[in-house]
């Protein structure tokens, strides 16, 4: 599982000729750090878990306790996870060519920004971020009357007043992606000159169409992951290598 000189060569050319680099990461991203991802057979969460069960507002309100305690474990989890190798490469390639990168990650752990990228395009929300579940009967538009930090601590915490409850700022699965943030994405994917794909199944959307629409706006296309992708044959280049392996060789 290496990547070969040339194609390295290449996707390296390329990305120092871009004038704009989108980069779309995903869970393989996160692996090294110790976070697991999804849908990889062996230790990937969806196949130990229900995501209809964990990663739905259905299945938040039949069983809230359960579904607040497994995003609470998520949350240990990756808050002692530290930033890998691949994190690193990216946010100082950011910081040496300032303007002319784009990051956007379906990720909602935040190792992109400990390893210092800013302006991160977070299309599936963040899982240390918490919202209510539901409009407060108070709430007249705009801003809700009151933080989530006023909850009452519970599980998961709750509003003494309305008996609102709280829930993780994740985008699960039938909601609509943060608006903003989706915008962000297509507008970078559209206006890049190279995409660089990396580590993601390519099973989810809107997020696995970023690289076909930055494909037909004229863009190259490089995926590395060390296994086979919905996306590989988007790509004008498959770079068979890991996230923390491959991009400081890429991101020189
Ligand atoms: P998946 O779990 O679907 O895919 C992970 C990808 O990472 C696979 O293609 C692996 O081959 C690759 N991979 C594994 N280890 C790697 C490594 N060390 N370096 C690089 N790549 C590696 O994860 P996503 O595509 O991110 O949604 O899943 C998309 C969405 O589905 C997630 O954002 C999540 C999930 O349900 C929400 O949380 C809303």
């Not at 704009?20 to 999804?38: D, N, Q």
């Not at 863009?219 to 790509?235: F, G, I, R």
Request: charged fraction near 20%; aromatic fraction near 6%; charge should be negative.
């Amino acid at each position: 599982m290496t990547i070969t000189n040339a194609d390295l060569d290449t996707a390296r050319e390329w990305i120092a000729q871009a004038r704009r680099l989108c980069v779309s990461t995903g869970a393989g991203m996160s692996a090294e750090s110790g976070v697991p991802t999804f849908r990889d057979a062996l230790g990937g969460m969806w196949a130990r878990f229900d995501p209809q069960q964990l990663a739905t507002e259905a299945g938040y309100r039949a069983d809230p306790q359960l579904v607040w305690d497994w995003y609470a474990s998520r949350r240990e989890g990756v808050a002692q996870a530290q930033p890998n190798g691949g994190h690193v490469a990216l946010a100082e390639w950011q910081r040496r060519h300032p303007g002319r990168m784009t990051l956007i990650t379906q990720n909602v752990d935040d190792l992109h920004q400990r390893a210092g990228s800013d302006d991160v395009v977070c299309l599936h929300g963040g899982l240390f971020v918490d919202r209510w579940l539901d409009p407060c009967p108070r709430w007249k538009g705009g801003q809700p009357p009151c933080d989530t930090s006023t909850a009452t601590p519970g599980r998961p915490p709750h509003c003494e007043t309305c008996g609102n409850r709280v829930r993780p700022g994740v985008v699960w699965f039938g909601e609509a992606l943060p608006g903003q943030a989706l915008q962000a994405a297509e507008d970078a994917a559209n206006d890049c000159d190279v995409m660089l794909v990396v580590g993601t199944s390519g099973a989810v959307y809107p997020a696995a169409g970023l690289p076909l629409l930055a494909r037909q706006a004229g863009a190259k296309v490089v995926v590395l992951n060390p296994q086979p992708s919905e996306l590989d044959d988007t790509a004008h280049l498959v770079l068979r290598d890991t996230a923390a392996h491959g991009l400081p060789l890429l991101l020189t």
